[in-house]
Nanobody
Framework: QVQLVESGGGLVQPGESLRLSCVSSVSIFSIVVLGWYRQAPGKQRELVAHITRGGSANYADSVKDRFTISRDNAKNTVYLQMNSLKPEDTAVYYC????????WGQGTQVTVSS
């Protein structure tokens, strides 16, 4: 059973940065596409970025040019570098495959507020 553990969230002010990490209990090399998702209060979970095993990345329009997804297959870890954070980025962030095949982890809370 694949376990995904997210970390790196926190409370930041608008314009600041955070780097999220997601460690997998199994080799992520076997996972063709990995994604970062988020769920804000009262809203559905949405995909914000995904990356293929070969390193090709795609982003939701709302985070394009601000967020960068990367993966380290050797460390079984996928990252999300978030710059120029906005209050509307406030959410619980999760990682999973795309499509989301695995049980969701607990996520990591990101709060952007002045």
């Amino acid at each position: 059973q694949v376990q995904l553990v997210e970390s790196g969230g926190g409370l930041v002010q608008p314009g600041e940065s955070l780097r999220l990490s997601c460690v997998s209990s199994v080799s992520i090399f076997s996972i063709v596409v990995l994604g970062w998702y988020r769920q804000a209060p009262g809203k559905q979970r949405e995909l914000v970025a995904h990356i293929t095993r070969g390193g090709s990345a795609n982003y939701a329009d709302s985070v394009k040019d601000r967020f960068t997804i990367s993966r380290d297959n050797a460390k079984n870890t996928v990252y999300l570098q978030m710059n120029s954070l906005k209050p509307e980025d406030t959410a619980v962030y999760y990682c999973n495959a795309l499509p989301a095949l695995y049980t969701w982890g607990q996520g990591t809370q990101v709060t952007v507020s002045s």
